[in-house]
């Protein structure tokens, strides 16, 4: 079991920033592919950003590239995201999510069962 606590969310106004992060208990990270999903209302779950086993590869939804950024701190029990330049469509919930032990992320962090934690709202308005 993979406990996951997230943080981070609030409102905020078009063009500013916020830096979700990810506590976890575990120390096998790296063993692990660890995604932020997002959730707009009324839509599916999608994943937004993708760190791959190993902690070097990173992979983002086209709609964030460029203004997000995952990543990790030495220890390897919090994961960010560092989310700039946002939009009011970045609206949502947003989840870390925790695969079991693998190689990859599935199909683009799709396929694959995650551990989750609760979320953490963000609200970008215009």
């Known amino acids: 079991q993979v406990q996951l606590e997230e943080s981070g969310g609030g409102s905020v106004e078009a063009g500013g920033s916020l830096r979700l992060s990810c506590a976890t208990a575990a120390y096998t990270n790296s063993r692990r592919c660890i995604a932020w999903f997002r959730q707009a209302p009324g839509k599916e779950r999608e994943p937004v950003a993708l760190?791959?086993?190993?902690?070097?590869?990173?992979d983002y939804a086209d709609s964030v590239k460029g203004r997000f950024t995952i990543s990790q701190d030495s220890a390897k029990t919090t994961v960010y995201l560092q989310m700039n330049s946002l939009k009011p469509e970045d609206t949502g919930m947003y989840y870390c999510a925790a695969s079991g032990y693998r190689d990859d992320c599935g199909v683009v962090g799709r396929g694959i069962e995650y551990y989750w934690g609760q979320g953490t709202r963000v609200t970008v308005s215009s």
């Open positions: 760190l791959y086993p190993g902690g070097t590869i990173t």
